[in-house]
């Protein structure tokens, strides 16, 4: 009967219904992980960056390039070693641009966008997200490829101050080390600057 009902039902329907099962999985397969390791590869016109990043509860770990972002879930201290600086900023909790705020990176449950199904072929599901109307999303966009098998994301891609941003994930795991704190004493030698 199921079945049949599914098949009456407009494809729009079916397919928003279906992105929405993604979504929510997606953010369960997540929420299910305390703490885990994200491995990824982001592009931006012509830079390519592998990084990654590290996340037990509100807080994470991020590394790309030569720079590290640490967060308790209130402040993030963002350092660049090439400068040899650090600069404290305060989080936005509902920031889910990856290279912002990864913990809240893929959860996307009752979010600021609406999500659509644009093809599913061979266990892979890309999924367009927009910004619902008035929402404030910071970013525009997100096109995202999801592992329909393991709920986990493949790649995403959005616009950000102008710029194309394309990642591409390389692996997610739980965290099997124990999660590092930040150690203020280890840029001791840095010029700290304090934006909060």
Not at 19 to 39: C, K
Not at 71 to 98: A, F, M
Request: charged share 25%; hydrophobic share 40%.
């Amino acid at each position: 009967m199921l079945g049949v009902v599914s098949m009456l039902m407009p494809t729009a329907l079916r397919s928003a219904g279906r992105a929405d099962e993604i979504v929510a999985g997606l953010s369960a397969a997540f929420r299910a992980m305390n703490s885990y390791r994200v491995d990824f590869e982001v592009a931006m016109g012509e830079h390519r960056m592998a990084g990654s990043y590290a996340v037990c509860g509100a807080s994470y770990r991020l590394v790309l390039g030569d720079a590290e972002v640490w967060s308790d879930g209130k402040t993030r201290y963002e350092v660049d070693n090439r400068r040899k600086e650090v600069t404290l900023v305060r989080v936005e909790p509902n920031d889910r641009n990856i290279l912002n705020n990864p913990v809240r990176a893929f959860d996307f449950l009752g979010s600021d966008y609406a999500a659509s199904l644009l093809r599913e072929h061979n266990g892979e599901a890309t999924l367009l997200l927009e910004p619902a109307e008035g929402s404030g999303a910071p970013t525009g966009r997100v096109t995202l490829v999801v592992a329909t098998q393991t709920m986990r994301p493949r790649s995403l891609d959005y616009e950000f101050d102008g710029e194309r941003v394309a990642v591409r994930i390389l692996g997610v795991e739980p965290l099997r080390e124990a999660f590092p704190a930040f150690d203020r004493t280890a840029y001791a030698a840095y010029e700290w600057i304090d934006f909060r």
